[in-house]
């Protein structure tokens, strides 16, 4: 099998509640978009039933409408390829070429006439955003003569559509009224300027429109068509109003926000509203089934809440969690074969890349999110960091809140996953067990979790040694994590860790000084730095097997393998490491450098075991990565790539492995990026792509060198020889001072 | 019989089962948990008896990409996995498609014969077989109909296997027959077994020439494995339980050795590990038996067994055992360890368990927070040295126990207590473990009395004591305080004894980290102390400028005399104040 065979395979990720979900009109499928897909799933179940698949490029609207009587799904691309599907059959029905450019929107017109198929679609023309009626059978266009100035992006713009009557547009603080079937004619209102619209929709049968503001109201307007339009105001929310919809007949909408909370307001008495609070995230869209007994709630943690009538949540439709940050990284969690990472706000999720699912999340923080205030950004304890034992009967989890003003927060817990429950279950908590942050966690590798350890780093400066031990006391006995020693190196921050394949030895990075700790006993046993290197060693990886003696060291600009039976440099090679990854299954390493390519080595020989400069080079910045072993990983005859996946999950969100294989995946347009141009140019030519230098003749650097030596040597070589004593005398002495002296006094 | 009755499906995310009361209960075993329950409303009039997994028609394309392992086939993983559906047969006859991703029946064929429907088998999830009575019916999945329809032999079919690749199907009923599908001839007859066949399944171990099934009977304690490729009419190897079959995962290493995990009715799961190749005499053994039982804690002996429900292989090692009762079940891996004859889980009775409804529709898990955690700061959290841990229990020596007993009685000789001190107290306290003896007696903060009674304490209490006293130096403000006190006294009075003892360092230990945690905020204290003093004085001065002023400005000026000068000097006192 040709390398060359090697490519991505998504895995997940990816938002699904970038369009507003869509109801079948039975209300018993829900339609999503997700890139250039719509998923169907069952509304009852949340589990995926169909995927209908257009082109290659993103979708930009869709909808559910009766074509020919029969119920059909339309979706629009953003090339304008407008693809229209029967749902009975899953047959693709027709596939047109609309002649608009630069489309940002695209919305069903439903007609009384059901031959026909015409859509509303905005597009973008010297700056202004227009408006036009699409006959798309016949592939003719119709403009209005209306259109908006877009100056700058900061403004979203947002459409809404009544049926075949008449269609609403809100953009800063104004709004737009239009008649479907009247090109020269709008009306047009305008609110302060300290409000400004973030979303609107339109009733399904009258001329009523919601829109919902920054400043939290819903304004119901009427008589939209009139010069002097009525305007009522719901007001609850305090934060913008992400989200409006009217229920099918039109008698009480529901309204949503960044507080997490459903509102359902009637329409006739504003005091009258119900609630839904505690939605796991910010909602972005609201969608009712046609016969109101379910509600779609999409919110910003990637996820489709499918409620009933009585605001009770009965599904769920979500695959990889879409958090803020994935600060913790990738970890592969042994007993769930599944991924471990950052999901919602204080919660890690279990991701299983095999079947794509999320098993389900843990909440590690245990309290309630705190949404923000109008004029104050809360802040929230998240996890940051995550680590799992070699048999997966331990967690420890990291998290921090980290105020810029008052007092942060910093927490190390301990969990234990009880056998017995089928659950985690908190051991120990430990408050501050740093002074800032905690940089790393790591446990050691051991395959016996009794007097088991962890090691955490800290922006303090110091790494501190936790230890598994058995406490009993006069009420209870049972085991605790306790702090059992810290270690620190001459004042310098450190940033890299990582323990041998057997946990008996541990290696922290100091600066640029690479150092190796027993964990045991919290004794120094050597430290190693290049002179020549004055970067900041930010991994530090020791080699698995048969090259358990040797030590990856990697800054950013810098890999080197030192070896720690000789305590000498084996090589180095000059390379801007961003991600160091080790495969537990075999001796290699991979490495993701800044410029986005892809090296695989193994630590004993600077020759490459596989490159790619062009795998990752379309895709967004990496920023976590792992090996997780695949299905067929005992079978030792076959490749990397097969035996253990790279996974990586990159700044869209989106996780992928490297493998073989029909790359599937769809992968946005190529931004040009910076490094590339500077790689076209002529001192880009001028330079390989990569550097390997063999450094055998550099062993044994001392970490500092008495003067003392060589003057005795000087004295040896100066004295007249008939003043010397007889060499079997000085002999020691002098053979002596060429030895190496190790620094002992930082032990 | 009760084993076509459950099934895993083919990728093991998913359990299947018919309860006794006709119900259709389908679980995660990935997430753990209880998908679906599906009754459907002819289950008492003709309950569902049998169902085998198939995949949903719009997964059957990258299905055949999927199977092999790399080294067979150029894998493809299909772009998402998809639900697979699940055919019931009934006892009327009736063979109904449900779906688990719609939760609903997708289709119910009908076979107009009347026959209660007892096994099915598919490969390629387009013809289904199923037995009937004696016959066997041949049904398309695509067309909703009953294909064919042959009798099969005298007795009633009790099991039905299709072997992938080639037109041919097993049938069993005490005796196991080979057919070609198309001739409808019976091309090999396998008979071993003593009572009916209720158990087929085909292993395939790498080569296709290789073809092997085996096959468990509802009165043999035991699964034979047969060849198909030879002519051999005896079983090749038989393999040894303690009941009957209920399910059988078999899993093909890479090396080719084939390991079998069977259930049996009495729900422990035996595992075996087998190279297939040539016919071998005596049975085998297992090689490790699972066992999942729950520990009431009511007593020292028994424990109740949980039964295992069904079991398949994750990879080589690792096994998904589903446990519990029909009603609840729990699904987890274990790793088999091969060295061990008998395994044994200890498990909470999922019964006792409570989930709840909401988490699982939203796909989170709390985690477990009770009152044994430890809740720790730096101050509370260091140990000593390595703690090393010591073979058994460790026996008091005879010799300390005995001068245990001399030292009390010494103390109940001179047993008359004095006011400034309490170590007889203390010592009692120490001995029973009572919380609130050593309050009473450490709570005191009076200097002699804590001295006296350091004084006439006994040597063997001195390291109790100080485990006792680090507990409170770890506590907060007071028993801090108190804590320390008492330390300070034993320090100076029992310092040789301290010194000689050689696990001092380890007494000492979390004192120390605890110390030097506190002390780190020392140096920032004293700084704020000297700002503060610094501060304190200049506003103390300040003010008591002001209230001399205060008195001058309370009182009537006997005369206004406008000076520049002095109203300056206000206006500079008031800008001190702000």
Redesign the interface.
């Known amino acids: 099998m040709a390398e060359e065979d090697v490519t991505l395979i998504f895995k997940g990720g990816g938002s699904i509640v970038g369009h507003k979900p869509i109801f079948s009109s039975d209300g018993e499928n829900v339609y999503v978009c997700w890139k250039n897909k719509i998923l169907e799933y069952s509304a009852k179940t949340s589990k995926l039933l169909y995927e209908y698949e257009g082109s290659k490029d993103p979708i930009i609207g869709y909808d559910y409408f009766l074509y020919d009587s029969f119920p059909c799904l339309a979706a629009c691309t953003t090339t304008g390829k407008v693809t229209i599907w029967k749902t009975v059959t899953y047959y693709k029905i027709l596939e047109k070429q609309i002649p608009v450019k630069q489309i940002k929107d695209f919305s069903v017109v439903a007609w009384e006439n059901e031959g026909d198929f015409k859509g509303l679609v905005s597009f973008m023309y010297k700056n202004r955003l227009k408006f036009t009626l699409v006959d798309v059978k016949k592939c003719v266009s119709k403009d209005y003569s209306f259109s908006i100035k877009l100056e700058d992006q900061t403004h979203k713009h947002y459409i809404g559509i009544s049926g075949s009557k008449y269609f609403s547009v809100a953009h800063r603080n104004e709004v737009y009224f239009v008649r479907l079937n009247d090109r020269e004619n709008y009306t047009k209102c305008k609110i302060q300027d300290s409000r400004t619209f973030t979303c609107i929709t339109c009733h399904p049968s009258e001329e009523v429109v919601l829109t919902g503001d920054t400043s939290g109201r819903v304004v119901v307007w009427q008589d939209i068509f009139s010069t002097k339009q009525i305007q009522t105001v719901f007001h609850w929310h305090t934060l913008p109003v992400r989200a409006v919809c009217f229920s099918t007949s039109g008698s009480y909408f529901y309204s949503g926000g960044e507080e997490c909370v459903l509102v359902k307001w009637q329409f006739h008495d504003s005091y009258e509203k119900k609630f839904l609070p505690r939605i796991g995230a910010e909602i972005e869209h609201i969608s009712v089934a046609d016969n109101n007994t379910c509600v779609a709630v999409s919110t910003r943690d990637n996820a489709v809440r499918i409620l009933d009538n009585q605001m009770d949540q009965i599904g769920l439709i979500q695959h990889l969690v879409l958090g803020k940050q994935y600060e913790s990284g990738l970890i592969y969690d042994p007993r769930t074969k599944a991924l471990v990472m950052n999901g919602n706000q204080g919660h890690i999720q279990f991701y299983s890349p095999h079947d794509m699912c999320l098993l389900y999340s843990v909440d590690v923080v245990g309290r309630n999110k705190i949404t923000n205030e109008r004029d104050c950004v809360m802040e929230n304890i998240e996890v940051t960091k995550t680590a799992v034992s070699r048999t997966g009967v331990w967690l420890a989890t990291v998290e921090e809140r980290r105020d810029p003003v008052y007092h942060s927060e910093l927490r190390l817990k301990f969990w234990k996953f009880s056998s017995e429950q089928q659950r985690f279950e908190l051991n120990t908590s430990i408050e501050y067990p740093h002074d800032k942050s905690v940089k790393n966690i790591q446990f050691q590798p051991m395959s016996n979790d009794d007097s088991l350890r962890c090691v955490t780093l800290g922006d303090d400066k110091k790494f501190r040694i936790w230890q598994l031990v058995d406490f009993t006391t006069v009420y209870k006995t049972g085991v605790v994590w306790k702090s059992f020693g810290v270690g620190f190196y001459r004042d310098l921050n450190c940033c890299g860790l990582s323990f041998s394949v057997d946990g008996s030895l541990m290696a922290v990075g100091f600066d640029k000084i690479t150092t190796a700790w027993t964990p045991d006993l919290c004794e120094l046993k050597c430290s190693l730095v290049h002179p020549s290197h004055k970067e900041k060693i930010k991994y530090v990886k020791f080699g698995y097997s048969n090259q358990c003696h040797l030590l990856v060291s990697a800054s950013a600009l810098q890999l080197s393998v030192w070896n720690l039976l000789t305590l000498c440099l084996l090589w180095t090679v000059p390379v801007r490491v961003e991600l160091l990854v080790e495969d537990p299954l075999s001796t290699y390493m991979a490495v993701l450098t800044s410029n986005k390519k892809v090296f695989l080595f193994s630590p004993i020989s600077p020759d490459l075991v596989y490159s790619n400069e062009h795998l990752l080079k379309k895709h967004a910045k990496v920023i976590a990565a792992t090996f997780v072993p695949s299905k067929y990983s005992n079978d030792a005859g076959l490749k990397w790539f097969e035996r253990s996946h790279l996974h990586f999950i990159d700044s869209n969100n989106e996780l992928y492995y490297i493998s073989t294989g029909s790359s599937t995946e769809f992968i946005p347009d190529l931004v040009e990026d910076v490094l590339e141009n500077e790689e076209k140019s002529a001192f880009g030519k001028m330079t390989p792509k990569l550097h390997l230098t063999r450094e055998q003749g550099e062993p044994k650097k001392h970490l500092f060198k008495k003067d003392v030596n060589e003057r005795t040597f000087k004295k040896f070589l100066e004295a007249p020889i008939h003043t010397m004593a007889p060499v079997r005398f000085t002999c020691y002495s002098l053979l002596k001072s060429f030895i190496i002296q190790k620094d002992k006094t930082n032990t | 019989s009760r084993t076509m009755a459950l099934q895993f499906s083919k990728?093991g995310?998913y359990f299947a089962f018919i309860s006794t009361d006709g119900k259709l209960k389908v679980w995660d075993t990935?997430?753990?948990s209880f998908?679906?329950e599906f009754t459907p409303d002819f289950h008492l009039t003709s309950p569902c008896t049998c169902l085998h997994f198939v995949p949903s028609e719009?997964a059957k394309k990258a299905l055949e990409f999927q199977e092999a392992?790399?080294?067979k086939k150029?894998?493809?993983?299909s772009?998402?996995?998809?639900?697979p559906n699940i055919i019931l047969g009934s006892t009327s006859g009736l063979l109904f498609l449900y779906s688990?991703?719609?939760?609903?029946l997708e289709c119910t064929i009908n076979s107009h014969t009347s026959q209660p429907i007892s096994c099915l088998s598919t490969v390629d999830s387009e013809s289904v077989y199923s037995g009937a009575d004696q016959d066997i019916l041949l049904w398309s999945l695509q067309k909703q109909k009953l294909l064919q329809k042959w009798k099969g032999g005298n007795e009633k079919i009790t099991s039905v296997l299709a072997i992938p690749d080639n037109n041919q199907i097993l049938t069993a009923s005490k005796s196991i027959k080979l057919w070609d599908v198309d001739a409808k001839e019976v091309l090999q007859v396998f008979t071993g077994h003593s009572s009916d066949v209720i158990f087929l399944q085909y292993v395939n171990p790498r080569r296709s020439e290789d073809a092997y099934f085996i096959s468990g009977s509802k009165g043999d304690r035991l699964l034979s494995c047969w060849s198909l490729n030879s002519n051999n009419k005896n079983a090749v190897a038989n393999f040894l339980m303690e009941d009957i079959v209920q399910n059988v995962s078999v899993n093909v290493?890479?090396d080719g050795s084939t390991n079998l995990a069977a259930t049996v009715r009495s729900g422990v799961v035996h595992v075996y590990c087998h190279t297939l190749n040539g016919k071998c005499n005596k049975p085998f053994k297992p090689k490790t038996t699972l066992q999942v039982v729950s520990d009431t804690g009511q007593s020292n002996e028994t424990v109740t067994p949980i039964r295992i429900m069904g079991v398949i292989y994750?990879?080589?090692e690792?096994l998904c055992i589903g446990y519990g009762t029909e009603i609840i079940l729990?699904f987890?891996?274990i790793e088999v360890s091969a060295y061990k004859k008998v395994q044994c889980?200890?498990?909470?009775d999922p019964r006792t368990?409570s989930v709840s409804k909401?988490n699982q529709?939203?796909?989170?898990?709390?985690?477990?927070?009770?009152d044994?955690?430890?809740?720790?700061?730096?101050n509370t959290?260091?140990?000593g040295t390595?703690?090393r841990?010591s073979g058994g229990a460790v026996e008091i020596p005879m010799e300390k126990r005995l001068e245990n007993l001399t030292l009390n009685k010494v103390d109940g000789a001179s047993a008359v207590p004095k006011a400034d001190n309490m170590a007889q107290l203390l010592i009692q306290g120490l001995h029973s473990?009572d919380?609130d003896i050593l309050r009473t007696v450490l709570y005191r903060k009076d200097d002699t009395v804590v001295r006296n009674t350091v004084k006439r304490l006994p040597v063997t209490v001195l390291i109790p004591l100080i485990q006792?006293l680090t507990?409170f130096i770890h506590g907060k403000t007071l028993s801090s305080q108190i804590g320390c006190l008492w330390l300070k006294h034993i320090l100076q009075v029992h310092a040789s004894m301290l010194m000689s003892n050689p696990e001092l360092q380890e007494l000492l230990g979390?004192v120390l980290?605890s110390i030097e945690s506190r002390l780190t905020l020392l140096t920032p204290l004293h700084r704020l102390k000297g700002r503060l003093s610094l501060l304190v004085s200049q506003v103390s001065g300040s003010n008591s400028n002001n209230s001399l002023q205060g008195v001058d400005e309370n009182e009537e000026p006997l005369l206004i005399f406008d000076d520049k000068d002095s109203s300056e000097s206000d206006y500079e006192d008031v800008d001190i104040n702000k």
């Open positions: 990728d995310k990935v997430s753990n998908e679906q719009t392992s790399p080294r150029k894998r493809r993983e772009v998402s996995n998809r639900t688990i991703s719609s939760a609903s290493a890479g994750r990879d080589d690792t729990t987890e891996n889980l200890v498990r909470k368990q909401e529709v939203l796909k989170t898990q709390s985690p477990i927070v009770n044994s955690v430890q809740y720790l700061s730096l959290s260091s140990v390595v703690k841990k473990k919380r006792e507990h979390p980290g």
